[in-house]
């Protein structure tokens, strides 16, 4: 059974908004893996039999890839124990919102939300409404204050309980799960992703790293990984069910294996290996990875496996030194440039895509211009380009201060995301000519006649759709004629147009 509708690649991908993690990047199309916009998962359904209870769920996931691959397992359980999807707040007995905490804007989209429903509860007061994710973590101890009607507060760390939470606060009014100490374990038993041969695999939870601007790992937790073989069962039961692209999820993928077999040195490198030999599967990816863990073996990797695909996410944050201390990023700007050349070096043609900071707390002029020179330099096909937003309980917010101006922040993104576009657009240019394998994902949303997919390098193609041919989930050759800074616009050679 699908549970979530199909998105089209280019789903709301606006170049020059401020980006969201998650969303499109600038330059996107290149990217949008490590985009996480808002994004609505509802699908159509009867309302499930069940004696008594009212098990339709209205489910909203704010956030990154890694909230969304969340939303998907939180379903799955769901599914288990009887519960269906319904598409309107309005007819459904459970109302949940998986959200993030990364920005405040992010935040308060949700809160906005969850205020809009007391009404709803006051009329039904046997409705549930679940907060769940990285926002409930971060705001555990005044959500019910705050918002009386809400009835569960679950972090990332407990939400394979969701059902038992659901009959809790349904007896007892309001249940909060927030423990992050038990690694959260999980069997995938089947694909409930948007796209239907694309799905992602978490092989790590957590963070270990202390970036000063950085609500994660308070809100998820320490790193723990999963076994490879575990992960590597998990792909070969989805590649079985029809998956051709598996995008491997961490919050720093490639320190993977910390931990996991003590005098042994288990790498990324291990799973990718193993995800190469399984039969079916056509492409793998991975995001995002820290500057900090990328090794000779995982680079040697990602050139030498053919189904990895050539294309990383390697958050920069700025382009200087004295920032990057401050944010305690704990890598230097020349360790960073090396790693670009000798990925450049091994994966030919390699798509870079970054993530940059704008307006960190006492960020100079002649900082930021150190961001700009190595943007130019560095040429990345895409970023994500975010203001610094200063998030309560982080150690930049307790010891630096927020001394960024907003109209300085913004003139500053602007500026980045100006470059990047011209940069993007000058990339996209050198593909005018050439053909490109796509994996199509859906009729293009803006655009009904056209098909819309990604090709290795994350990059969204269009081309024409004939007739009632169905090509999702195909890989199809097609030849590039025009391309702007986010898309590449194509024909299939022999097809005409
Ligand atoms: N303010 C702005 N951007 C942030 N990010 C993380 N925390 C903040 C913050 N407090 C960005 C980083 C990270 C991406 C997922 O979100 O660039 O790589
Ligand atoms: Fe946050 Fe830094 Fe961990 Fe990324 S590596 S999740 S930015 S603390």
Redesign the pocket.
Known sequence: MRWLPVLPAETGEEFSREGQ?GDAPAGEGLLSEGACDEHSVRADVEAAAGAGIDRRVYFEVFG?QMNKLDAELMLGVLNENGYQLTDHPSSAGVILYNTCA??EQAENRFFSKLGHLKKLKGERPDLVIGVLGCGAQNHQHDIFRRYPHVGIVCGPGEFLRLPQLIDEARSQGQVAALDLDTPVRFERKENLGPRPRHAFVSVMRGCDMACT???VPRTRGPEVSRPVNEIIEEATVLAASGVKEITLLGQTVNSYGKRLAPGRRIGLQHVLYGLNQIDGLERIHFI?SHPRFMNPDLIEAIGSLEKVCEYLHL?V?SGSDTVLRRMLRSYTMDHYRKVIDQCREQVPGIALAT???VGFCGETDEEFAETVKLVEEVRFNGA?I??????PG?SAAADLQDDVPEEVKRERNQVLLGIQKRISLEANSESIGQETEVLVESLSKKDKTRWSGRNRKHQIVVFPSQGDEDLVGDLVTVKVTEVTPVVLVGERPGKGS
Do not use: A, H, M, N
Not at 386 to 391: P, V
């Open positions: 993690p990154c990364i920005r601007y950085c609500v995002t958050p944050q993530d940059l900071i994500y975010f203001k610094y937003s200063e998030r982080t």
